[in-house]
């Protein structure tokens, strides 16, 4: 059995993808239910009603034995290969012009939210003691773009798909709650609809849940959230990159099994192209808005196959800890933007 697994391994693409087939095929189905959910319940984002979908396919009782058994090939591969697909094309939602267009002192907040958020949860999470990369991974969805930030990384530094199904479960369901949450606080917070927005873009997780968030405040606190998110966007190359190098250079000697990481992921090259084809001006708005839906589909996809691998009796061990966590690092990435919206337009 350990020799057909290890040439399964070694056989080339085109002997292993009728494996996956049955778990594609059950992937498609759970992104077409979750833009159907999306269309009637517009307030909920597709992305995060995939990561439900999975979630509960994993628990049910029928379902369950086909997501742990025939479909699980497949949703490996689609949370892995299609989140990479997905986040290049991520970039494309982002040109240069806009990042520039917010002023350097918004820019220069920006990076001191998700210092911040990032440093300080992965410190946190380490200190509670949490297992494998979940620090590290809840760490990137709070500071820069939730369950994409957290599938580039965990690719990056090749970590148990385990770590990463936790850290999007925690970190959609925290994004899902500051939908309802946000909008209550801007009016006891004092926030003009604009301020209102930035501080959306800068403290909510995944695009999707900024949008969902911000348009309660109109359509003004809209577009800076989603100016301000695009810039904690753009942040994703340059993260990944940092925790690719210093996970390379921490294995540098060291026999772990595991396989040895470029030094910059090809997928991040690839978000650096789509920025810049995106900040030329050339392409026209019809590819534009058929790459966002289809790095909307694909990112589902993979989302739903990150969920597919939660485990919930295992989160038992490590539950009081991890929803401590994540809400440690909602207060500090809500505070910390909070205070510089204020510095900023104040």
Request: net charge positive; with cysteine; charged share 15%.
């Amino acid at each position: 059995m350990a020799l057909l697994r290890e040439r399964a391994a070694k056989a080339p693409p085109s002997a292993v993808a009728p494996r996956t087939l049955p778990g594609l095929a059950l992937a498609a189905s759970a992104v077409a239910v979750a833009w159907s959910v999306h269309q009637l319940l517009p307030d909920v984002p597709m992305l995060t009603a995939a990561v439900v979908l999975g979630i509960v396919a994993a628990h049910l009782p029928g379902a369950r034995v086909l997501v742990r058994g025939a479909a699980r090939p497949g949703l490996t591969y689609a949370a892995k290969r299609l989140m990479r697909v997905g986040i290049v094309l991520l970039g494309l939602k982002l040109s240069l012009d806009d990042v520039l267009g917010l002023g350097w002192a918004t820019v220069t907040m920006v990076l001191g939210v998700v210092a911040a958020t990032f440093l300080g949860t992965w410190w946190l999470g380490r200190r509670m003691g949490l297992p494998g990369d979940q620090p590290l991974l809840i760490a990137a969805g709070y500071s820069i773009c939730g369950a994409s930030a957290i599938g580039a990384v965990s690719e990056a530094t090749d970590s148990d798909e385990r770590d990463a199904a936790t850290s999007v479960a925690l970190v959609t369901l925290c994004g899902t709650l500051a939908i309802a949450v946000l909008p209550l606080l801007q009016q006891p917070l004092g926030l003009s609809d604009a301020e209102f927005g930035r501080w959306v873009g800068a403290s909510v997780h995944d695009v999707g849940q900024v949008v969902a968030t911000a348009q309660t405040a109109g359509p003004d606190a809209l577009a800076e959230a989603v100016l301000v998110k695009l810039m904690r966007v753009a942040l994703l190359a340059p993260l990944v990159a940092a925790v690719a190098l210093s996970v390379r250079h921490r294995r540098r000697g060291a026999v772990t099994g595991r396989k040895r990481l470029p030094l910059v992921p090809l997928f991040v090259v690839g978000f650096l192209a789509m920025v810049a084809l995106r900040s030329t001006g050339l392409l026209p708005t019809s590819a534009i808005d058929a790459a966002q839906h289809a790095q909307e589909l694909l990112l589902a996809a993979a989302l739903f196959g990150l969920g597919s691998a939660v485990d919930l009796p295992s989160l038992t061990r490590t539950g009081a800890r991890v929803a401590a966590l994540g809400l440690s690092a909602w207060v500090v990435v809500a505070g910390v933007s909070y205070a510089g919206v204020l510095l900023v337009m104040g």
